[in-house]
C-alpha cells in the first residue's frame, strides 16, 4: 500500500476507532441513568433537595448519553465519507495519471455525445447507432421530451457542462505537472530545514529541536501541520507554501537569501 493510501486508512481507522468510543461512552452512560431511574417508584414526587439533585444527575446522564451518541454518529458519517470518497487528491502520487485517465473518458463522452446527436438529427432516431443498444436507443429518445426546447439527445447543457469539466481537468493536470517538474528548492536554516518533497508533494519544515509554542502557533497560521509519520511540518508544496514560509522568521535561509527568489523560473505559458 502506498504512503498516500496508508495515510487515508490511517484517517478512517481514526474515526472508526472514536466512533466506538463515543458508542461506549453512550451506553455507559445510559445504563448509569437507567440504573438510577430504576430506584425510584414510578409516580413518586421529589423528597428535597438531595432527592432534586439526584433526580437532575438522572437526567444529565441521559443528555450526555444522547450526545455521546451522536458524536458516534457523526465520526461513523466522516469514516464512511472517507472511504467511498473517489475524489482524486492533489496529493495522491498518482493523480496526473488518475486525472488524465478521467479526462480522456470524459473526451470520449464529448465526443460520442455529439456522434449520437448527429446521428438523431439524421435519422429521427437513436437506433441503429454503432455501440448502442436499442433499449438505450429508446431510453434517449425519450428523454428529449423533458427539455423540447433542445430537441437532441444530449441537449446543449449537458455538453457544455462535460466541456467545462473537460477544461478544469485541462488545468489541474498542467498545474500538476508544472509544480512536479519545477523542482521547487528548499533551504537551510539555524536550526533545520526546509525540505520540498515533490514525491508527497509537501513542503515539509524539519526542527532539530521542538520548536517554541509562539513558532508552533505561528506555522499553524501560515497554513502548517504538524505531520507525526514525517516527523515534520508540512503543507501542500505550491507558490503560496513557499510564500507562507517566507512570511515565518525562525524558518527563513540561514544565508539570508529569499526562500521566493531561489526557486526555479516558471517558463511562460502558450499565448492566446
Known amino acids: 500500500m502506498s504512503d498516500y493510501k496508508d495515510k487515508k ?32 417508584p414510578a409516580g413518586q414526587p421529589i423528597h428535597g433537595a438531595a432527592d432534586q439533585r439526584y433526580r437532575d444527575q438522572i437526567i444529565k446522564k441521559a443528555e450526555q448519553s444522547f450526545a455521546a451518541s451522536d458524536k458516534a454518529d457523526y465520526y461513523e458519517r466522516k469514516a464512511e465519507a472517507a472511504e467511498n470518497n473517489t475524489a482524486i487528491s492533489s496529493d495522491d502520487p498518482d493523480a ?3 486525472l488524465t485517465a478521467k479526462l480522456e473518458s470524459l473526451q470520449v463522452m464529448q465526443t460520442r455525445m455529439k456522434q449520437i446527436n448527429a446521428y438523431y438529427r439524421k435519422n429521427g432516431t437513436c437506433r441503429g447507432f454503432h455501440g448502442l443498444s436499442d433499449e438505450d436507443a429508446d431510453e434517449l429518445i425519450s428523454d428529449v421530451q423533458y ?42 536554516f ?25 513558532i508552533r502557533q505561528e506555522l499553524k ?37 529569499d526562500p521566493m527568489k531561489i526557486q526555479p523560473k516558471r517558463k511562460p505559458g502558450p499565448k492566446h
Open 9 to 40: 486508512q490511517a484517517r478512517i481507522d481514526r474515526y472508526r476507532e472514536r466512533a466506538n468510543q463515543a458508542r461506549a461512552q453512550s451506553d455507559a452512560l445510559w445504563k448509569q441513568s437507567s440504573a438510577m431511574a430504576s430506584g425510584i
Open 147 to 188: 427539455h423540447p426546447w433542445d430537441r437532441s439527445p444530449y441537449p446543449a447543457f449537458a455538453l457544455t457542462s462535460n466541456s467545462a469539466e473537460i477544461r478544469r481537468l485541462k488545468g489541474r493536470i498542467q498545474k500538476l505537472t508544472e509544480a512536479r517538474e519545477l523542482g521547487y528548492q528548499g533551504w537551510e
Open 96 to 98: 496526473i495519471d488518475k
Open 221 to 257: 497560521g501560515q497554513g502548517f501541520r504538524w505531520a507525526r509519520s514525517e516527523g515534520a511540518w508540512q503543507r501542500q508544496l505550491t507558490d503560496n507554501a513557499i510564500y507562507a514560509a517566507k512570511q515565518i522568521k525562525a524558518i527563513r535561509p540561514s544565508d539570508g537569501s
Open 190 to 214: 539555524d536550526g533545520g530545514r526546509v525540505v520540498a518533497n515533490s514525491e508527497n508533494n509537501r513542503l515539509q519544515i524539519f526542527f532539530d529541536e521542538i520548536p517554541s509554542p509562539e
